[in-house]
């Protein structure tokens, strides 16, 4: 099993920025990629951002140039132990609960959420 403890979620102005992360503990040796997914309300879960062992990362359109995935390990290699959401420029779209997810080859595992707010 693997366990992901997510955390810097908050409430912050238009503009703002915030910082989130997720630190995983546990079996974590086959996890090779981590990533962040929202669910704002009445809404599908969407995938943020996501980063590889490798250090390749992908964004959503709505995101980039805005936000900003990276790892704790800059020497690419397995397992992702804790990766960091640093979000600038935020809007109110952007309110949601953001989860943290981590995946290996056979099985992936979510945190519990972390509440973003951004208010106008």
């Known amino acids: 099993q693997v366990q992901l403890v997510e955390s810097g979620g908050g409430l912050v102005q238009a503009g703002g920025s915030l910082r989130l992360s997720c630190a995983t503990s546990?079996?974590?040796?086959?996890?090779?990629?981590m990533g962040w997914y929202r669910q704002a309300p009445g809404k599908e879960r969407e995938l943020v951002a996501r980063?590889?062992?490798?250090?390749?990362?992908?964004?959503?359109?709505?995101v980039k140039g805005r936000f900003t995935i990276s790892r704790d390990n800059a020497r690419n290699t397995v397992p992702l132990q804790t990766v960091y959401l640093q979000m600038n420029t935020l809007k109110p779209e952007d309110t949601a609960v953001y989860y943290c997810?981590?995946?290996?080859?056979?099985?992936?595992?979510w945190g519990q959420g972390t509440q973003v707010t951004v208010s106008s």
């Open positions: 546990g079996s974590i040796s086959g996890i090779n990629a």
């Open positions: 997810k981590a995946s290996s080859t056979w099985t992936y595992y």
């Open positions: 980063i590889t062992s490798s250090s390749s990362t992908k964004y959503a359109d709505s």
